[in-house]
């Protein structure tokens, strides 16, 4: 079965410096790999996602994901963190390759604290 | 103009109770899901709709019960409340069942007492 893990429950990083929110996956197949933001009291927002091609995927607000076949991971990044990046963030995988469902396994989100 | 939308925002009931959580999207998609968000913020799907079928119907108690009356809806209905119920529900759609991203409403969180 599909799964994802996000090692750390919590990255703090100050302000100005670069930012990097781990994620690794188990498939059988070809990944569908997706990250989300949740802000406070909301919903989750689409961040980017990885489908085939480049394995460096650029997504909305700056952030950047780096898809790494051998090491199995997923890492979101971003170069200069502000401290409106402050959330929590969900990385997912889309469960079977191909078919007609579009299930997402969330991992268990890790937060993202940025310091002024 | 708010994308997907969900009524309650809160929901505060009783053990026992019946209540019913609303979902609508304006952005034209085919497909609707239902989640849960427990209250260390893990997020597992319950059900989803695709064209107003029924295509992911996870190991749920069946005293919940999804209905899609048109693609722009999905509704989720909940007997017999239990405190384990307490969570966040989010509704989400998407353009198809492929591998499109998924756009959520912003929660319900429903409270049992």
């Known amino acids: 079965a599909q799964s994802v893990a996000q090692p750390e429950d919590q990255v703090n990083v100050a302000e100005g410096n670069p930012l990097t929110v781990k994620c690794t996956y188990s498939v059988s197949g070809n990944p569908y790999l997706f990250w989300y933001v949740q802000y406070p009291n909301r919903g989750l927002q689409f961040l980017l996602k990885?489908?085939?091609?480049?394995?460096l995927v650029k997504g909305s607000y700056g952030f950047e994901a780096e898809f790494n076949k051998s090491q199995t991971s997923f890492h979101l990044k971003k170069p200069s963190a502000l401290v409106s990046d402050s959330a929590l963030y969900f990385c997912a995988v889309r469960e079977g390759y191909g078919g007609a469902t579009n299930k997402l396994i969330f991992g268990t989100g890790t937060l993202l604290a940025v310091q002024p | 103009d708010t994308a997907v939308s969900q009524t309650p925002k809160y929901l505060v009931t009783q053990m026992g109770n019946d209540k019913s959580i609303k979902c609508e999207q304006n952005?034209?998609?085919?497909?609707m899901y239902w989640y849960k968000q427990d209250s260390k913020k893990f997020l597992k799907i319950m059900f989803s709709y695709n064209n107003k079928e029924l295509i992911i119907n996870e190991t749920v108690p069946n005293r919940f019960s999804p209905k899609s009356p048109d693609k722009a809806h999905l509704n989720l209905h909940i007997n017999s409340l239990e405190l384990g119920d307490s969570a966040v529900y989010f509704c989400?759609?998407?353009?198809?069942?492929?591998?499109?991203?998924?756009?959520f409403g912003p929660g319900t969180r429903l409270t049992v007492l």
């Open positions: 952005l034209g998609h085919d497909t």
């Open positions: 990885y489908i085939t091609g480049d394995n």
């Open positions: 989400a759609s998407s353009p198809n069942a492929g591998v499109a991203e998924q756009f």
